[in-house]
């Protein structure tokens, strides 16, 4: 039994990718985009249809530039969220724009426009997970969409302050990121890790966990952004994995014995201290991580980034 068949025996497996041939071939159960993702894809051919609909879209809805730039990305995001829904059986992760992350109202709103063309489209919320960014506002936005029935999936997580933060506020989901953690210790700290057991990015995922267990937190957790196959096998048993078809492959072809190393019941044995986070505490505690603090504007940045790129691709086609 390859490693990718007892992963799946283990934990919920996410496909980290919008490109649909890889996603048929590992069958995960969900899918997740995000604006990189969503930028690369829109260059390649095969989804130019994905892209002229969401054009056509925003030209019947506005006769306003800006405003069709907008209409067109939030179409074209829903649009292969849609065509991936027909491949997993499970949910689709969609992100809100990152620019609007400590805007909460605009947040919301963004997400109820998303959530409305996914109904439109026929697709019923309940398989719909709202990416939002884990900063406070963002996080307090996720908390009124919960209350709305809107499933968040709250993303750049690089603390446990965001962790207990979001569990507190009762969201659905959320995404550590792994192997960007471990990226800013080796550029930041100059550090090496023999084994991945021993990074930080591991070693937070699994505090997450035995958090999240311990205090029968319904708050799922998935893991993300991978660096290496043992960050995967280290957190084998972990509530979901979103892992990039090349992993994917990987551990397809591996063959051996996956032990599960993360596990409800020695969750509950931790010795770690429940928390209520408020939003003075979570600001000067994520202030005092500068690993997190760091990788949380970075994070928003790069998606940023990408977001004007597509853009730009958009508006020469208006």
Known sequence: MNLLHQLKNQTI?????SDFESIKQFEPID????????YSASQDSKFSALLEDAIIYAK????????????????LTVNFGVELLKIVPGRISTEVDPRLSNMMEATVKKAHEIIALYEDAGIDRKRILIKIVANWRGIKAAEQLTKEGIHCNLTLVFSLVQAIACANAGVQLI??????????????????FTH????????????????????NVQTEIMAASFRNMGEITELAGCDLMTISPKFLSQLELSEGVLVRKLDPETAKKSTINEQQIGEVNFKWMLNENIMASEKL???????TDDIIKLEKIIASKL
């Open 175 to 192: 995404s550590p990121f792994v192997g960007r953690i471990l990226d800013w210790y080796i550029i930041n700290r100059n550090r090496e």
């Open 13 to 17: 497996v996410v496909a980290d990718s």
């Open 196 to 215: 991945a057991s021993e990074e930080p990015g591991v070693d937070l995922v699994k505090n997450i966990y035995n958090y999240y267990h311990k205090f």
């Open 60 to 75: 019947l809805k506005s006769n306003n530039k800006d405003a069709q730039i907008s209409l067109a990305i939030n179409k």
């Open 297 to 303: 504007t970075e994070g928003i940045q790069l998606f």
């Open 31 to 38: 899918s997740t985009t995000n604006p990189s993702l969503i």
